[in-house]
């Protein structure tokens, strides 16, 4: 079946630092998406993102489809930014397939 | 809120018990999905439901038995269940499996 990477698995940062989460996928891809899942369990739809760049405020994510790989970039990042999150995908008639997730700590 | 409406929030049930999990979605999707999220294990396909059809997992026990009535309905019903079970239990919806929206998840304690 379809698999998904994520790295790293864990990240400390202090406030204001940026960083990058991969995310690796086995597969042409269908649908993608960065979620956001908050220390309540509430997924958060952060990004819908098969291919090319977007940004949203301090966010943004680039899928480079033919290599199959995705990155979400944190900038400045803030406390409320902590959390997991998960690259999700899947390929034409597949399932929608989780990562194992990036657990974000951001210190202030 | 995200458009999908789960209840309830919380839920504590004995190993003896019927219970039943319940989802809304009001965006006009065609598929509705229940996923479960164990403590160190990722998200795990439980059902998918699109255009009110079934497509299941193999894998799911069952003594986990989905319905969904409408487009717009999703319900998960439980019974007999183990400690294991145990979860985060969360629906999604999509249109033509493009753009997942999650629901806020019922957080399940099987005792």
């Known amino acids: 079946g379809i698999q998904v990477e994520q790295s790293p698995p864990d990240l400390i940062l202090q406030e204001g630092a940026n960083s990058t989460l991969r995310c690796n996928f086995s597969d042409s891809v269908n649908n993608l998406q960065w979620f956001h899942q908050n220390p309540w369990g509430q997924l958060i739809n952060l990004f819908y993102i098969p291919s090319g760049t977007k940004q949203n405020g301090r966010l943004s994510a680039t899928t480079v489809a033919t290599e199959r790989y995705s990155l979400l970039y944190i900038s400045s990042s803030q406390t409320t930014d902590s959390g997991v999150y998960f690259c999700?995908?899947?390929?034409?008639?597949?399932?929608?397939?989780f990562g194992p997730g990036t657990r974000l700590s951001v210190l202030p | 809120e995200t458009g999908v409406t789960q209840t309830p929030r919380h839920l504590v049930m004995g190993m003896t018990n019927k219970k039943s999990l319940k989802c809304e979605q009001h965006?006009?999707?065609?598929?509705m999905y229940w996923y479960k999220q164990s403590a160190k294990k990722p998200l795990e396909l439980m059902f998918v439901y699109s255009l009110e059809e079934r497509v299941e997992n193999n894998s799911v026990p069952s003594r986990f038995s989905p319905e969904c009535p409408n487009s717009s309905h999703l319900f998960l019903h439980l019974h007999t269940l183990q400690p294991e079970d145990s979860a985060l239990y969360l629906c999604a919806s999509s249109q033509d499996r493009h753009g997942y929206t999650f629901g806020s998840g019922t957080r399940l304690t099987v005792v």
């Open positions: 999700a995908f899947d390929n034409y008639g597949q399932n929608f397939v």
């Open positions: 965006l006009g999707h065609n598929a």
